[in-house]
Each structure stands twice: as C-alpha cells, then as structure tokens.
C-alpha cells in the first residue's frame, strides 16, 4: 500500500500550540465504523456515547522531563533528550548536534550537578550515555529537565502538568499518550458511576512516535518498539468484560497496540511486559478492541495508518477533511475522535 494514501492537506493555523483551558471541553469527532456516518460532540459527552459494561483501556505512562541542555569541555551547547532506560544509569538518547557527542565525549548540566558521558553511539545514530549525580536521578531530572514536547509545538508549555494526563503514574515516556489528555478526574468518575470498566495498561512512549514513513510502500517500513506492561488482573478484567458483551475502548493508539500485541486469535489478551513493534496499518484483523479514543494524527504516519486500519482509510481520510473544514485543532494538544 502506498504511503501517500494517507496524505492530507492541513492549514498550519490548526496545529494547536497550547493546550485548551479545560481539558474535557476538546472537540470530539464521532466516527460510526459500520457506517462511515459522523457526528460533532464534546468530549465531556464521552460518558453518554458509551454503554455500561462497556471497557475504556487507558495508558498510564507519565512523561519524563527528558529534555536537557548541556555543554561540553569546550563550551559548546549540547541538547539531550532521554529515551530509553538500559539500566546502570545509562541512557539511550538524541542528542544534538551529533558531531559534538562522539564517543568518550563528557557533558555537564545544570551547574555540573548532573553530567554524562558517551559510551557508545547505536543503530540510527543515538547515543548511549553514562549519567553521573549526587542523590535521586529524578530529582535531579525534575530541577534540570523540560517536558520533551513535539517538534511542531513552538509555544512554551507554562505548566508542565498539561502535558501529563491526570491519572499518569509510571514514570518513563519520552512524549505523551495524548489521547487520554481530555481525561479530567472528575469525568473518570462519571464514566465509572455509569458502570463503565477503567483499566489501566502501561506503555512507554518513544519518540519512535514521531518518525516518519520514508519507504514508499508502507509493508516496508521498521516501527520502533516500545516497552508495555499489562497485568495479569487488568488483562482478566478486560477479558470478563469481551464475555459479557462489553466493548472495549482503547484510549490512544498505544493501548491499541498494547492490547492487539497480546491477544489471541479469540480476542482475549494475557499478561505481560515486554516490547512490542507492532504495526497496524489498513488489512489488519483486529482481535480485541471494538472501538478507540484518538487524536488527529499527522500525514503519513503510522499512527494515521493505524487508525485506517480500525475505520476503513476513505472514511478516515473524509473524517480528517471534514475536521479541516470545521477548523478542529490537530496533534497532541487538539481535539479527539471516538471510532466506535
């Protein structure tokens, strides 16, 4: 399948800079999958669209401040964004500009509290660092650190806390599982006085998110993995729910291909932690979800071939041109859509 099938035209006036004022007055865009047909709503409407014994699947990754401006020996700056924990305080990071962290290369940060060095650089160009401090690493991270946002966020992010969604507890993704960013406390509760089912599954957000489709034909291309957890009580609660007729939600793409990774060939899922690089894109037979709670995604990508997959890519690729047309705000600090 060509990639360019899942192209789009977007103003860049509808890239939302800034998160709303009130996460759970986003704008939702209902899809109908059998159908094709949509509907505009709220996304504090969430609660009536749903059906008691119905499942919503909710990613509680939180993000770190993985983002740190350093210097060398020489005085240069240096950018580091954390990626991926290996263990022993080394780190698999960007780094930019790259010829300024070749291997043997000492970094500091701060006022030389926290300082690094480069162990070794890996496939596709990242590096490997070695971190050196006094006390808790994320204590030291949460001083120096900025919240890691995507490349086509300019504004600043006054509050940090908008970039986390409010039941976030696990701390390691390198960017947010947007999709559960609408989610306010208050409106969890609704949904769960309504006898809607909330699981919690744990997948670590890479910025593998953002990389681009570069091949042609889309089977070609290698999706980044990603570290998950599902429980053994979350995957035995989703699965009394598919018994008894519910449908299950999955809020964002990541807990799609959390879920989709491990389940079987019935639909139910088992417990596990582990990688996944699972790529979903239009042909694929999903096994357990019913339904999903999304962003607008950008063109090309991977994650707008996943989103193909559950809806049928027409009617995806009308739904975007349609929310072009309503001027909705795009990417992680824009509005939603329910697949249902």
């Given at each position: 399948?060509?990639?360019?099938?899942?192209?789009?035209?977007?103003?860049?006036?509808?890239?939302?800079?800034?998160?709303?004022?009130?996460?759970?007055?986003?704008?939702?865009?209902?899809?109908?999958?059998?159908?094709?047909?949509?509907?505009?709503?709220?996304?504090?409407?969430?609660?009536?669209?749903?059906?008691?014994?119905?499942?919503?699947?909710?990613?509680?990754?939180?993000?770190?401040?993985?983002?740190?401006?350093?210097?060398?020996?020489?005085?240069?700056?240096?950018?580091?964004?954390?990626?991926?924990?290996?263990?022993?305080?080394?780190?698999?990071?960007?780094?930019?500009?790259?010829?300024?962290?070749?291997?043997?290369?000492?970094?500091?940060?701060?006022?030389?509290?926290?300082?690094?060095?480069?162990?070794?650089?890996?496939?596709?160009?990242?590096?490997?660092?070695?971190?050196?401090?006094?006390?808790?690493?994320?204590?030291?991270?949460?001083?120096?650190?900025?919240?890691?946002?995507?490349?086509?966020?300019?504004?600043?992010?006054?509050?940090?806390?908008?970039?986390?969604?409010?039941?976030?507890?696990?701390?390691?993704?390198?960017?947010?599982?947007?999709?559960?960013?609408?989610?306010?406390?208050?409106?969890?509760?609704?949904?769960?006085?309504?006898?809607?089912?909330?699981?919690?599954?744990?997948?670590?957000?890479?910025?593998?998110?953002?990389?681009?489709?570069?091949?042609?034909?889309?089977?070609?291309?290698?999706?980044?993995?990603?570290?998950?957890?599902?429980?053994?009580?979350?995957?035995?609660?989703?699965?009394?729910?598919?018994?008894?007729?519910?449908?299950?939600?999955?809020?964002?793409?990541?807990?799609?291909?959390?879920?989709?990774?491990?389940?079987?060939?019935?639909?139910?899922?088992?417990?596990?932690?582990?990688?996944?690089?699972?790529?979903?894109y239009p042909g694929y037979k999903f096994k357990c979800i019913d339904g999903m709670i999304t962003n607008f995604h950008l063109p090309e990508s991977t994650l707008i071939m996943l989103v193909s997959a559950l809806a049928g890519r027409e009617q995806i690729m009308s739904a975007y041109e349609e929310a072009v047309r309503e001027r909705y705000r795009f990417y992680s600090f824009g509005d939603?859509?329910?697949?249902?």
């Amino acid at each position: 399948m060509r990639r360019d099938l899942f192209n789009y035209d977007l103003p860049a006036e509808l890239v939302a800079q800034t998160p709303i004022d009130r996460r759970e007055q986003s704008r939702l865009l209902c899809i109908d999958k059998a159908t094709g047909k949509t509907s505009h709503r709220r996304f504090v409407d969430l609660p009536e669209l749903l059906r008691p014994g119905d499942c919503l699947v909710l990613n509680d990754s939180r993000v770190l401040p993985a983002r740190l401006f350093g210097f060398t020996k020489n005085g240069g700056s240096v950018e580091v964004v954390l990626l991926r924990d290996t263990g022993g305080d080394i780190w698999e990071c960007l780094t930019r500009p790259g010829k300024k962290t070749k291997t043997g290369t000492v970094l500091g940060f701060g006022c030389g509290e926290l300082s690094a060095v480069v162990t070794d650089e890996v496939e596709g160009g990242n590096r490997l660092l070695k971190f050196s401090y006094d006390g808790l690493f994320l204590e030291t991270l949460d001083r120096l650190g900025k919240m890691p946002l995507p490349p086509y966020i300019r504004e600043e992010l006054k509050d940090g806390e908008r970039y986390q969604t409010v039941y976030s507890r696990v701390i390691g993704s390198a960017a947010a599982p947007t999709a559960g960013l609408h989610f306010t406390s208050e409106l969890l509760d609704v949904i769960s006085a309504r006898g809607i089912e909330l699981c919690y599954l744990t997948l670590h957000v890479g910025l593998g998110t953002f990389r681009p489709v570069k091949v042609e034909t889309i089977e070609e291309h290698k999706m980044h993995a990603e570290y998950y957890i599902l429980t053994d009580e979350t995957a035995s609660r989703i699965n009394r729910v598919k018994a008894n007729g519910g449908r299950v939600v999955a809020v964002g793409t990541t807990s799609c291909r959390t879920l989709e990774s491990r389940a079987d060939e019935s639909g139910s899922v088992s417990g596990f932690s582990g990688f996944t690089d699972i790529f979903i894109y239009p042909g694929y037979k999903f096994k357990c979800i019913d339904g999903m709670i999304t962003n607008f995604h950008l063109p090309e990508s991977t994650l707008i071939m996943l989103v193909s997959a559950l809806a049928g890519r027409e009617q995806i690729m009308s739904a975007y041109e349609e929310a072009v047309r309503e001027r909705y705000r795009f990417y992680s600090f824009g509005d939603a859509m329910l697949i249902l």
